[in-house]
T-cell receptor
Framework: DAGVIQSPRHEVTEMGQEVTLRCKPI?????LFWYRQTMMRGLELLIY????????DSGMPEDRFSAKMPNASFSTLKIQPSEPRDSAVYFC??????????????FGDGTRLSIL | QQQVKQSPQSLIVQKGGISIINCAYE??????FPWYQQFPGKGPALLIA?????SEKKEGRFTISFNKSAKQFSLHIMDSQPGDSATYFC???????????FGRGTSLIVHP
């Protein structure tokens, strides 16, 4: 079975440019999460969607970050304009959320973003 | 506010030894405690998980010990192997919720 697919795997761009990260969740999963991982702050939850609807974006650092989920099989995380401090590994994860049972998250292999 | 505290930050163990990683949580409403394993260049992957109605769960060489009164849980890796070298994250989530709170991670190196 295909896992969570993220693209690109690596992105190097100059400060001020727009960056778009893409994610395809596992088919049938109804929840999608975007995380950022750095040495300083560990894994940070940026935003999560349930049934394509953004539920909590309180982790989004600032207005330069935006995320969309136009359908159940695709999500994007956009940074505009990008800054060097945005350099990190960005992970997308999906899960099958039920009302009462905890379900594990399945992570993609991440996008390593470097802003010069 | 860090709701799940993980230690140590890094750990070096000889092959065949026991690796122990500890986590402590604050919210007594947490009722699901997964551990994730992350290899370089990969995303975290679920390794083993426990619910607070049991004090221990074992899967192969990996064991979670859970102490509800102390609000602590730990991962024990028996007969540690070089292939176990990875970063390990503990996490906790609330009943009915599917959003874990992660610890900061432990980088484990197992020397051959």
């Amino acid at each position: 079975d295909a896992g969570v697919i993220q693209s690109p795997r690596h992105e190097v761009t100059e400060m001020g440019q727009e960056v778009t990260l893409r994610c395809k969740p596992i088919s049938g999963h109804n929840s999608l999460f975007w995380y950022r991982q750095t040495m300083m702050r560990g894994l940070e939850l940026l935003i999560y969607f349930n049934n394509n609807v953004p539920i909590d974006d309180s982790g989004m650092p600032e207005d330069r970050f935006s995320a969309k989920m136009p359908n159940a099989s695709f999500s994007t995380l956009k940074i505009q304009p990008s800054e060097p401090r945005d350099s990190a590994v960005y992970f997308c994860a999906s899960s099958l959320a039920s009302g009462t049972a905890n379900q594990p998250q399945h992570f993609g292999d991440g996008t390593r973003l470097s802003i010069l | 506010q860090q709701q799940v505290k993980q230690s140590p930050q890094s750990l070096i163990v000889q092959k065949g030894g026991i690796s122990i990683i500890n986590c402590a949580y604050e919210n007594t409403a947490f009722d699901y405690f997964p551990w994730y394993q992350q290899f370089p260049g990969k995303g975290p992957a679920l390794l083993i998980a426990i619910r607070p109605d049991v004090s221990e769960k074992k899967e192969g060489r990996f064991t979670i010990s859970f102490n509800k009164s102390a609000k602590q849980f730990s991962l024990h890796i028996m007969d540690s192997q070089p292939g176990d070298s990875a970063t390990y994250f503990c996490a906790a989530s609330l009943g009915g919720s599917y959003i874990p709170t992660f610890g900061r991670g432990t980088s484990l190196i197992v020397h051959p």
